[in-house]
């Protein structure tokens, strides 16, 4: 902080919203969303509940100093027709979005702005889409004084989400992909980050209780009872635009290896595992169901067999997850200078990494750096 009163002031005046913690005064975390999704509708209703008082379930009240309410929305972006032009408040309900009303929100201010589409986007997306040059891109977040962006578009679109990362570079942005394209594991790309005193985190976000988190959770705990684990296999099935995505051979098959490798990871031996999505009801909403089973052997090669049916809402389930990663972000650029990719916030909210570990240290090693609470 500036040290003679007339420069403070002047500091203060520019930087625009401001809280306090404790003694010390805290700008809001501005953040951008790229695709206004399921996903995206349950981040805009939090926030909203928030600043009412109104939000049941959160994991963590604080991280790094920041409450969810320190974190303020600021720009979105989709290619849909449908949502670009309103209200934000509005196009987190538009078609084909099914999340459930959590909280009603007010008008937020905040129009959505025609994204970016690249040759990876699929052609059900493209269908009367709605884009933009990526120079209007950068001009719109710069405008927005945006510090971290949010990718939350659907998964696939490698050379999209690429293209998201090189225009956040641009407009000075903070990078944090939720989506399985290779972004934050790409050296290069982390590279700019880090030169650029920006950070990059990601690939492919892991929900707070989804199929890849619990799945883990079960082995780690088979695992410390002396069981050895031989075999397991995950089968999620659900309804929204993502699964619907996902279900595409190509973009399946990048899924399955992802979080294959995520789970393997978890036992120190080598066991066969195989985990992925299956299939896509459209009647299911944004509702998932993974079933889990598991084979393990026990004293005198005694048989162990766990059958585990999983349902869960996939909007709400990544909120929780995407609200630590933002906030620890935002700590460790503003307070700690840490930029790249640092790999304790990857570890903690992402299945593809540049180097494994284990659910359980990295939930640890995330919880003494940031003071969570």
């Known amino acids: 902080?500036?040290?003679?009163?007339?420069?403070?002031?002047?500091?203060?005046?520019?930087?625009?919203?401001?809280?306090?913690?404790?003694?010390?005064?805290?700008?809001?975390?501005?953040?951008?969303?790229i695709g206004?999704?399921?996903?995206?509708?349950?981040?805009?209703?939090?926030?909203?509940?928030?600043?009412?008082?109104?939000?049941?379930?959160?994991?963590?009240?604080?991280?790094?100093?920041y409450s969810i309410d320190d974190i303020q929305l600021v720009a979105a972006f989709d290619i849909d027709k449908n949502k670009v032009g309103k209200d934000l408040a509005e196009a987190i309900h538009t078609p084909p979005n099914v999340t459930p009303i959590f909280a009603k929100v007010k008008k937020t201010g905040i129009v959505v702005k025609p994204g970016i589409a690249e040759a990876?986007?699929?052609?059900?997306?493209?269908?009367?889409?709605?884009?933009?040059?990526?120079?209007?891109?950068?001009?719109?977040?710069?405008?927005?004084?945006?510090?971290?962006i949010l990718n939350l578009i659907p998964s696939g679109m490698q050379s999209t989400s690429v293209r998201y990362a090189i225009e956040a570079l641009k407009a000075g942005c903070s990078f944090v992909n939720a989506?399985?394209?290779?972004?934050?594991?790409?050296?290069?790309?982390?590279?700019?980050?880090?030169?650029?005193?920006?950070?990059?985190?990601?690939?492919?976000?892991?929900?707070?209780?989804?199929?890849?988190?619990?799945?883990k959770g079960i082995l780690?705990?088979?695992?410390?009872?002396?069981?050895?684990?031989?075999?397991?296999?995950?089968?999620?099935?659900?309804?929204?635009?993502?699964?619907?995505?996902?279900?595409?051979?190509?973009?399946?098959?990048?899924?399955?290896?992802?979080?294959?490798?995520?789970?393997a990871a978890e036992v120190p031996y080598k066991f066969q595992t195989v985990a992925g999505t299956t299939d896509y009801v459209d009647y299911m909403g944004n509702n998932r169901t993974s079933y889990f089973w598991i084979s393990a052997k026990s004293f005198f090669d005694s048989d162990?067999?766990?059958?585990?049916?999983?349902?869960?809402?996939?909007?709400?389930?990544?909120?929780n997850v995407l609200f630590d990663v933002v906030r620890a972000v935002a700590d460790s650029k503003r307070r700690?200078?840490?930029?790249?990719?640092?790999?304790?916030?990857?570890?903690?909210?992402?299945?593809?990494?540049?180097?494994?570990?284990?659910?359980?240290n990295a939930h640890e090693d995330f919880d003494a750096r940031y003071g969570t609470r």
């Open 304 to 319: 162990i067999k766990i059958d585990i049916y999983l349902r869960t809402n996939d909007g709400a389930n990544a909120a």
């Open 120 to 148: 990876d986007t699929p052609e059900r997306l493209r269908q009367g889409d709605s884009v933009t040059s990526t120079n209007s891109i950068v001009e719109d977040l710069k405008d927005s004084k945006a510090e971290i």
């Open 336 to 360: 700690r200078h840490e930029y790249g990719s640092p790999s304790h916030i990857c570890a903690y909210g992402f299945k593809k990494l540049a180097r494994p570990a284990l659910l359980r």
């Open 1 to 33: 902080m500036p040290s003679n009163t007339k420069e403070k002031r002047k500091s203060t005046s520019a930087a625009g919203s401001k809280i306090k913690t404790g003694r010390q005064q805290k700008e809001k975390i501005k953040v951008a969303l």
């Open 179 to 215: 989506t399985p394209s290779t972004i934050a594991t790409d050296q290069k790309i982390a590279l700019k980050f880090g030169k650029s005193k920006l950070i990059v985190v990601g690939d492919d976000l892991m929900s707070q209780f989804g199929g890849t988190a619990f799945h």
């Open 220 to 263: 780690d705990f088979v695992n410390s009872r002396g069981v050895k684990v031989e075999k397991s296999y995950q089968l999620d099935v659900g309804g929204g635009t993502e699964t619907l995505n996902t279900i595409s051979e190509e973009v399946k098959l990048a899924k399955r290896d992802i979080k294959s490798e995520a789970i």
């Open 36 to 65: 206004v999704g399921n996903t995206a509708s349950v981040v805009v209703q939090a926030l909203e509940g928030s600043q009412r008082g109104r939000l049941a379930g959160v994991w963590h009240a604080k991280v790094g100093g």
